[in-house]
């Protein structure tokens, strides 16, 4: 295990955006995640695929130093995230629920990225204004950002969303689920964006799913979540029926059609029963 | 011209005066903090604050001191009550509310009716739950104007990261903002208000002066510090023409022509087309 030492980064590690070692959570009892080691690096697309339950979101709270891990640490940049990592991580958060007559424009909003956290009014200020607008661009919100955001789209509401991560600077942007509730066009676009931004700004980006496929075209990185247990390399290195069985602890066929992956993963809690049956089908597109 | 709408005296009248002013103050706080209160959906809690401040308010006349004193001092401690039960969790904070406020009004009926006994003051009940400002003593001038100064402060300093939370929690812890401090800082701001809201209009009315012109409001802007100032200005049209309306009538309650105001701008609102999309 490593030692509890601040910082120093290694040279040979200073583009990791992200450095997870060792983490171990358990809530409640269970233990939602189990020595996880990964690191994501700037300027990469990152997904990080499981199904429900896996402990994406567990492993997100952690990143953003909401959950204490029981061993094992997070690094973001150089620094270690000991407690609350601050502009150096943006979020998009899975849930975002606004009622249709919430007063908050989407500039609002993306300005509250930056300045959310001060104590006081704000004050007209001509460069917050001016970076909300070069925000307003970067995610092509212009024909929507004075709208209220309650009233948006969801695909509307991620840009507005990924906006008010970005404004701040960081250098790693956590989305959680964010192309759930998004149909097929929507979860393009959004993707698309997404692979822009990461290269452009030299941003490691890092988004959860439950489906890989529409990740696939532009993941450069893949972190497979099971079992609470994590494999991570390029998508060819990681999904494949051997690293993944490893990972689930019973047998897993990977498919691949027309493109597409299919994971099929028993179950295989009941062994004696059901050797060779899967007792139920988990299929992670 | 004037003189056709309102009664000879009006703008003389020093107890008109005194209204006009405490009514001024009530209302732009009650906006200011109002507009939060709807957008965090706390508009029970805002009405069992102002119910359980009955409480204070009719031991205040026991004790011979002023009202308002007593408004702040149960709504503040009903509000910490809340807070420790665990008013920031959405079905916690339902319960909570339901808790506190039935036990808070069965202590208020019975001190009403100590009220009623001891006093010998039959308008105690009427002007502790339906508020009478022409009764008011000009003592509570600087009372109103600090508590008032003191409620707005809280939402001043707040406003950025109380903005952020009430949005979206998750968005906000993700920042490093101490979500339920926050919470429990704008439920003291909530009380203060209330309170405020209590002395002029009566406690159970106080959250129709909080919520009306707050929700009003939101129908007709998209901006959050628009609808501040737009919340605050309807309440101040509603208190003071509500003020001539009752001194016009010859002794029908204030509240009332407050209260029915505030109802019609805001379903006025409603009938306005959206203002949602566009610029």
């Not at chain 1, 959310?116 to 661009?137: A, D, K, N, Y």
């Not at chain 1, 993941?219 to 494999?231: F, K």
């Not at chain 2, 309306?245 to 019609?264: C, E, M, N, R």
């Given at each position: 295990?490593?030692?509890?030492?601040?910082?120093?980064?290694?040279p040979?590690?200073?583009?990791?955006?992200?450095?997870?070692?060792?983490?171990?959570?358990?809530?409640?009892?269970?233990?939602?995640?189990?020595?996880?080691?990964?690191?994501?690096?700037?300027?990469?697309?990152?997904?990080?695929?499981?199904?429900?339950?896996?402990?994406?979101?567990?492993?997100?709270?952690?990143?953003?130093?909401?959950?204490?891990?029981?061993?094992?640490?997070?690094?973001?940049?150089?620094?270690?995230?000991?407690?609350?990592?601050?502009?150096?991580?943006?979020?998009?958060?899975?849930?975002?629920?606004?009622?249709?007559?919430?007063?908050?424009?989407?500039?609002?909003?993306?300005?509250?990225?930056?300045d959310?956290?001060?104590?006081?009014?704000?004050?007209?200020?001509?460069?917050?204004?001016?970076?909300?607008?070069?925000?307003?661009?970067a995610?092509?919100?212009?024909?929507?950002?004075?709208?209220?955001?309650?009233?948006?789209?969801?695909?509307?509401?991620?840009?507005?969303?990924?906006?008010?991560?970005?404004?701040?600077?960081?250098?790693?942007?956590?989305?959680?689920?964010?192309?759930?509730?998004?149909?097929?066009?929507?979860?393009?676009?959004?993707?698309?964006?997404?692979?822009?931004?990461?290269?452009?700004?030299?941003?490691?980006?890092?988004?959860?799913?439950?489906?890989?496929?529409?990740?696939?075209?532009v993941?450069?990185?893949?972190?497979?979540?099971?079992?609470?247990?994590?494999?991570s390399?390029?998508?060819?290195?990681?999904?494949?029926?051997?690293?993944?069985?490893?990972?689930?602890?019973?047998?897993?066929?990977?498919?691949?059609?027309?493109?597409?992956?299919i994971?099929?993963?028993?179950?295989?809690?009941?062994?004696?029963t059901?050797?060779?049956?899967?007792?139920?089908?988990?299929?992670?597109? | 011209?004037?003189?056709?709408?309102?009664?000879?005296?009006?703008?003389?009248?020093?107890?008109?005066?005194?209204?006009?002013?405490?009514?001024?103050?009530?209302?732009?706080?009650?906006?200011?903090?109002?507009?939060?209160?709807?957008?965090?959906?706390?508009?029970?809690?805002?009405?069992?604050?102002?119910?359980?401040?009955?409480?204070?308010?009719?031991s205040?006349?026991?004790?011979?001191v002023?009202?308002?004193?007593?408004?702040?001092?149960?709504?503040?401690?009903?509000?910490?009550?809340?807070?420790?039960?665990?008013?920031?969790?959405?079905?916690?904070?339902?319960?909570?509310?339901?808790?506190?406020?039935?036990?808070?009004?069965?202590?208020?009926?019975?001190?009403?009716y100590?009220?009623?006994?001891?006093?010998?003051?039959?308008?105690?009940?009427?002007?502790?739950?339906?508020?009478?400002?022409?009764?008011?003593?000009?003592?509570v001038?600087?009372?109103?104007?600090?508590?008032?100064?003191?409620?707005?402060?809280?939402?001043?300093?707040?406003?950025?990261?109380?903005?952020?939370?009430?949005?979206?929690?998750?968005?906000?812890?993700?920042?490093?903002?101490?979500?339920?401090?926050?919470?429990?800082?704008?439920?003291?701001?909530?009380?203060?208000?209330?309170?405020?809201?209590?002395?002029?209009?009566?406690?159970?009315?106080?959250?129709?002066?909080?919520?009306?012109?707050?929700?009003?409001?939101?129908?007709?802007?998209?901006?959050?510090?628009?609808?501040?100032?737009?919340?605050?200005?309807?309440?101040?049209?509603?208190?003071w023409?509500?003020?001539?309306?009752?001194?016009?009538?010859?002794?029908?309650?204030?509240?009332?022509?407050?209260?029915?105001?505030?109802?019609?701008?805001?379903?006025a609102?409603?009938?306005?087309?959206?203002?949602?999309?566009?610029?």
């Open positions: 295990m490593t030692a509890d030492v601040l910082i120093p980064t290694p040979e590690a200073a583009s990791d955006a992200l450095s997870v070692e060792g983490v171990t959570v358990r809530l409640g009892g269970r233990t939602v995640l189990d020595h996880v080691s990964f690191s994501v690096r700037a300027g990469e697309f990152t997904g990080l695929i499981g199904s429900n339950g896996a402990g994406k979101t567990t492993l997100f709270r952690v990143i953003l130093g909401l959950e204490s891990p029981l061993s094992g640490h997070v690094r973001v940049g150089s620094t270690r995230s000991a407690r609350r990592p601050g502009a150096d991580v943006g979020y998009v958060p899975q849930k975002f629920l606004l009622d249709p007559d919430m007063p908050v424009r989407g500039r609002d909003l993306i300005g509250l990225g930056l959310g956290h001060r104590f006081g009014v704000p004050l007209p200020s001509r460069t917050r204004r001016e970076r909300v607008e070069e925000m307003i661009e995610v092509d919100a212009r024909d929507f950002a004075d709208a209220r955001v309650g009233q948006l789209s969801g695909g509307e509401q991620q840009r507005i969303l990924i906006a008010h991560a970005l404004i701040s600077g960081p250098r790693l942007l956590l989305l959680d689920e964010p192309l759930a509730n998004l149909d097929l066009r929507a979860a393009q676009e959004v993707v698309r964006l997404l692979s822009r931004i990461a290269s452009e700004q030299q941003i490691a980006v890092l988004i959860s799913a439950h489906e890989m496929n529409p990740l696939l075209p993941m450069d990185r893949i972190v497979y979540l099971a079992a609470g247990r994590a494999a390399g390029t998508v060819e290195e990681v999904v494949r029926s051997e690293v993944l069985s490893k990972l689930y602890g019973h047998h897993v066929d990977v498919l691949r059609v027309h493109g597409r992956v994971v099929v993963a028993g179950t295989g809690h009941d062994e004696h059901a050797p060779e049956i899967p007792s139920a089908v988990e299929i992670v597109e | 011209m004037l003189g056709a709408i309102v009664e000879p005296g009006f703008f003389t009248s020093s107890p008109v005066q005194l209204a006009a002013e405490v009514g001024a103050v009530v209302a732009i706080v009650a906006g200011c903090v109002g507009v939060f209160t709807v957008i965090r959906g706390q508009s029970f809690a805002g009405e069992a604050l102002g119910d359980i401040g009955a409480t204070g308010g009719s205040a006349y026991l004790a011979g002023g009202p308002l004193w007593g408004f702040m001092a149960m709504s503040v401690t009903a509000a910490a009550i809340m807070e420790l039960i665990g008013i920031q969790r959405p079905r916690g904070r339902d319960v909570a509310t339901g808790i506190v406020l039935g036990a808070g009004f069965g202590l208020a009926a019975l001190l009403l100590l009220d009623s006994i001891y006093d010998n003051t039959t308008g105690a009940t009427v002007t502790i739950l339906f508020g009478s400002p022409f009764a008011l003593s000009p003592s001038l600087p009372l109103v104007a600090v508590l008032g100064a003191l409620a707005l402060g809280l939402i001043a300093l707040l406003y950025r990261p109380l903005l952020l939370v009430s949005l979206s929690p998750e968005l906000a812890a993700a920042r490093g903002l101490p979500v339920r401090l926050i919470g429990a800082l704008y439920l003291l701001a909530l009380a203060l208000a209330v309170a405020l809201s209590a002395v002029t209009i009566g406690a159970i009315l106080s959250t129709a002066l909080l919520v009306g012109p707050a929700a009003t409001a939101l129908q007709l802007t998209r901006r959050p510090g628009r609808a501040i100032v737009a919340a605050g200005m309807l309440g101040v049209g509603a208190v023409l509500g003020i001539l309306l009752a001194y016009d009538s010859h002794g029908w309650p204030v509240s009332f022509f407050v209260v029915t105001l505030v109802l019609i701008a805001y379903i609102s409603r009938a306005l087309p959206s203002r949602g999309r566009g610029r």
